[in-house]
């Protein structure tokens, strides 16, 4: 046994050539190339393309090879109107997709720990939104949005509440949308947290029980600190998602009506493929990833310190 | 619109004399029908494979039925690609622009990419094809598209660069029984169609009418009311703007007033689906907008309206006799593409009478043979009623580009489709669309540059 043993912790090519396989340190290094290549050609070349890309000047179908100009295409994204308009917007929607999922989905995951007949079938049906497709769900939610013909006009009408124009009004687009997005995306932040919960350890629940806490002091006391962390792992990855939301907004308003929920995915969007500016859009790429690799550190340290002690 | 018009307002543009032009060019368009006799053999390219790509259409999906009679004629395999149109838009672009030949024929947005694709080199010209006995049938009768499909597929100079296909052509629907209620006489002019509006409107039952709000939807239904008054958006040479025309804002001021006073609320949000929806069921009077638009009003099972509407060519005005506000999807050949024989083969049998025929009467799509809308056969197997074939048939007989003729169309969509939203929402006319037109000149100059 102990001579079995003796390769262990050695240098590998000792053990290779105890194999009889032949193969050196450089062998070694060689194999995890293919790895390490592919992984520049998926993740690195596409970022540094684009880096090059924001530099020049060059847009589909003009048949002349990319101008360099430097910053300009940075300057003139900072100098257009509507891309400063599109990041509030964009932070607009991400607040409203970010806070009421993660509130409601921490409300549903308090509910669904707790042992009640039919728990698993609800469970499983309050589940259903996350795993639809976002492009059947954004056609099926416009239909129910038609100001005239939607089942939930039909419904506040049954409550004798005046209509709403609900995606056809530029005051009202981005908070439905936002309706959307939490109807979605609550489930996902319900999962996390309900993982959390089963992971709680029970002696604190123990000594606020002796200690008289009444439900809700235990949970505000001692559930929700508990459960922090995970809290913030959902807050940190539906920002990222809610940041990024494309398929939703634009299935149903195209950014529209008029601009009013143009966010900078659309904007980009637009630029690229419908405009064929690939320099100038490719700066809004550069711009957006800033902001994304910004907040994500943001989160991520916010999350760091919210670690049990 | 003829082709004789445009080809002469284009060869000013390009410097050549005013009397010869179109001479020149009426005899290259002749000359693109194959002559008599050759030796044509559909079988010619057999074993040969083709890729196509076109967008989700219903006569599309059609055409998807008919591939294997296709393959059975002339031995040519084909992997036939339906994509959604926002996806063929930016798929096709992407792999022109890249000189790829993984596709052989495709269908092309005119109204949108003709512009962009030619000064790119995008389209194979096919006159060489076309006035091949050998590659083209020869009942295959290029003349029998009626000018509002070869407008679209000629370049200025007659080159064919695209095979008529589908027609979007902006028409009026409207609901006669309404009509008859009231009175009211079918409606010819945009002054015509406002006292219409105004007498039927009686809110919530019937809306006085439906329009696209949406940007970038909203531009044809503007574009319609100012040709309709006698304006365009471009000059006769294409190289000016027209947007501040006074025909241009009062259109703009008409459309909003419609839109805010007489339209469902939330119509500055509409696009054609949500204006179709309301007026299938029955809560809307007037619909300026595309005809083809229409299919769902006379299917019983879908419908409240069925048997109610009437159809008619867009108004005009004093200025202007009722037209057709055209857009176009067509076939076109890859440049870049490997097998170019097979492919013209392929665009000539969709092309052809008897395919077009099934694709419009079963796909309800708006061809352009002329010869089909004169068949009985052809109003006794389409669904629609005749009252409608008619109302298209005129409509073709008056077309008008329904969008502007510049390269970066969908730029001038989303520039004046954002002002035009403002402008329903009050904002002054004049003043929006003078700020549009100076946001949109410098790109439109670069457009005529390039």
């Not at chain 1, 006391?221 to 962390?229: A, F």
């Not at chain 2, 043979?369 to 409509?395: C, G, L, N």
């Not at chain 2, 580009?401 to 939203?421: C, F, K, M, N, W």
Request: include cysteine; aromatic fraction near 12%.
């Amino acid at each position: 046994m102990r001579g079995d043993l003796r390769g262990i912790g050695r240098p590998a090519g000792t053990l290779s050539r105890r194999m009889g396989l032949g193969l050196g340190r450089h062998t070694y290094t060689l194999m995890i190339v293919p790895a390490a290549l592919t992984i520049l050609l998926i993740i690195l070349f596409p970022l540094v393309y684009t880096l090059w890309m924001a530099l020049h000047e060059y847009s589909m179908g003009d048949n002349a090879a990319p101008r360099f100009v430097g910053l300009a295409n940075y300057l003139h994204a900072f100098r257009d109107q509507r891309f400063l308009e599109a990041i509030p917007r964009t932070f607009y929607f991400t607040l409203m997709g970010v806070v009421a999922p993660t509130a409601i989905g921490t409300a549903a995951a308090l509910l669904f720990a707790r042992e009640f007949p039919g728990r698993g079938l609800l469970r499983t049906v309050f589940s259903l939104p996350m795993m639809a497709t976002p492009v059947s769900i954004a056609l099926i939610w416009q239909m129910m949005f038609h100001p005239q013909l939607g089942v939930l006009n039909y419904f506040l009408s049954l409550l004798h509440v005046s209509p709403q124009p609900w995606i056809f009004s530029t005051r009202s687009v981005l908070p439905t949308l936002a309706i959307v997005e939490t109807w979605q995306w609550t489930p996902f932040v319900m999962l996390i947290v309900l993982g959390g919960l089963a992971a709680l350890p029970s002696e604190p629940y123990e000594a606020a029980l002796i200690d008289g806490a009444s439900r809700l002091q235990t949970i505000w006391y001692v559930t929700i600190p508990l459960v922090w962390p995970y809290i913030m792992i959902a807050l940190l990855l539906r920002s990222i998602d809610a940041l990024k939301a494309f398929d939703l907004i634009y299935v149903m308003t195209q950014g529209g009506p008029g601009t009013a929920s143009e966010t900078l995915n659309i904007f980009l969007y637009l630029q690229a493929f419908a405009f064929y500016n690939i320099g100038l859009s490719s700066a809004v790429v550069v711009i957006y990833f800033i902001i994304l690799l910004v907040m994500s550190i943001g989160l991520l340290v916010a999350r760091q310190k919210t670690s049990w002690q | 619109m003829k082709s004789k018009t445009f080809s002469r307002r284009q060869v000013l543009g390009f410097g050549i004399g005013l009397a010869a032009a179109p001479f020149v060019i009426t005899r290259r368009a002749q000359a693109a029908a194959p002559a008599p006799g050759g030796n044509f053999d559909w079988m010619q390219q057999k074993g040969k494979s083709l890729v196509a790509v076109a967008p989700l259409a219903s006569y599309y999906t059609v055409l998807q039925k008919l591939i294997p009679d296709f393959v059975k004629l002339t031995g040519i395999q084909v992997e036939y690609q339906v994509i959604p149109e926002q996806q063929i838009r930016q798929k096709l672009p992407i792999e022109l622009n890249a000189k790829s030949s993984a596709i052989d024929v495709y269908a092309s947005s005119m109204h949108v990419e003709k512009l962009l694709f030619s000064a790119a080199g995008w389209y194979e010209p096919l006159n060489k094809y076309l006035e091949n006995r050998n590659l083209t049938p020869p009942d295959y009768n290029w003349k029998d598209f009626g000018p509002a499909g070869t407008y679209w597929g000629l370049k200025p100079d007659a080159t064919v660069i695209a095979i008529p296909m589908g027609l979007g052509l902006c028409a009026y629907m409207y609901r006669k029984d309404l009509y008859a209620q009231k009175g009211l006489k079918p409606t010819t002019t945009v002054d015509e169609l406002v006292s219409a509006v105004k007498a039927l409107h009686s809110p919530p039952a019937v809306f006085g009418y439906a329009g696209r709000g949406l940007k970038n939807a909203n531009i044809p239904v503007w574009g319609c009311l100012t040709i309709a008054l006698g304006g365009n958006y471009l000059d006769d040479a294409k190289t000016t703007l027209l947007a501040t025309s006074p025909e241009a804002i009062e259109a703009a001021k008409i459309y909003a007033e419609l839109m805010r006073n007489y339209g469902p609320a939330g119509s500055i949000g509409f696009n054609w689906m949500e204006c179709q929806g309301a007026f299938t069921q029955g809560i809307v009077a007037c619909w300026p907008d595309s005809i083809q638009f229409a299919a769902p009003f006379e299917d019983p099972a879908k419908s409240k309206v069925k048997g109610k509407c009437g159809y008619a060519p867009h108004p005009g005005s004093g200025k202007r006799k009722p037209f057709g506000g055209t857009s176009m999807d067509a076939i076109a050949l890859n440049p870049f593409g490997k097998n170019k024989e097979a492919a013209w083969l392929f665009a000539a049998w969709v092309t052809s009478r008897p395919v077009q025929f099934r694709l419009m009467a079963e796909g309800a799509m708006i061809g352009t043979r002329t010869s089909i809308y004169q068949d009985p056969e052809f109003v006794k197997a389409h669904h629609m009623p005749k009252e409608w074939i008619d109302a298209v048939s005129e409509a073709m007989r008056n077309p008008i580009p329904q969008l502007p003729e510049v390269r970066d169309v969908s730029q001038y969509r989303d520039i004046y489709g954002i002002a035009l939203t403002k402008i329903i929402e009050g904002s002054d006319a004049k003043t929006m669309l003078e700020q549009a037109t100076r946001e949109f000149e410098p790109i439109f100059q670069k457009g005529l540059r390039a």
